[in-house]
């Protein structure tokens, strides 16, 4: 099992809907990233998170430690949007563990 | 400046060749990382490096080879790659282990003929 599950892998969805991005990790992390890499592209950062929940314009992330659980929403998605989000966990060690991210399409 | 700058680009090389990948911050931080990213699949961490000291080689073969002359430079240097070599390689700081601000680079994508 891996360390970092990401859920769902892949998903479609009309311009304008509310995406949920789910993450799930199984370590003890002192963080939690949120990232997005459009294809053969670099990544950029969303997202630092080491409780509660942040809000970037559309964007939110929300984090509960307990469950080791994270989300990250898009609000009024855009085709824009269309990327690869990744959840990466930073453990103890400095080591980032990466999710295999989810592949978010919206359509116009 | 709060950016990774990463160059080249795009580099295409052949197996004999010798070449550098490099990756550039002003932004104080102190540690440094190498990823190798194939298509599809998440990034891969290679190398760290912590107050310009090598402090994590992931098992990464000698073909390839970090160097980092400076607080705000990190070097990967090439030599006799192999076509499966050919992959995304990011570059990535932050202002300690272990602390926050972690910062991508936008990458060199490599191939390797």
């Known amino acids: 099992k891996n360390e970092v599950e990401q859920s769902p892998q892949n998903l479609t969805a009309q311009e304008g809907e509310f995406i949920t991005i789910n993450c799930s990790y199984s370590?003890?992390?002192?963080?939690l990233h949120w990232l997005q890499q459009h294809p053969g592209g670099g990544i950029v950062s969303l997202f630092m998170l080491s409780s509660g929940k942040k809000k970037h314009g559309r964007l939110i992330a929300t984090i509960n430690i307990q469950e080791k659980h994270s989300s990250l929403h898009i609000t009024a998605s855009h085709p824009r949007d269309s990327a690869v989000y990744i959840c990466?966990?930073?453990?103890?060690?400095?080591?980032?563990?990466f999710g295999k991210g989810t592949r978010l399409h919206i359509l116009p | 400046d709060t950016e990774v700058t990463q160059t080249p680009k795009h580099l295409v090389m052949g197996m004999t060749n010798k070449k550098s990948l490099k990756c550039e911050q002003h932004m104080g931080h102190r540690a440094m990382y190498w990823y190798k990213q194939k298509a599809k699949k998440p990034p891969e961490l290679m190398f760290v490096y912590s107050y310009e000291k090598l402090s994590i080689n992931e098992s990464v073969p000698s073909r390839f080879s970090p160097e980092c002359p400076n607080s705000s430079l990190l070097n990967l240097h090439l030599h006799a790659l192999q076509p499966e070599d050919s992959a995304l390689y990011l570059c990535?700081?932050?202002?300690?282990?272990?602390?926050?601000?972690?910062?991508f680079g936008s990458g060199t994508r490599l191939t390797v003929v």
């Open positions: 370590v003890g992390i002192s963080a």
């Open positions: 990466a966990v930073r453990r103890g060690d400095d080591k980032i563990i």
């Open positions: 990535a700081s932050s202002q300690a282990p272990g602390a926050s601000g972690y910062t």
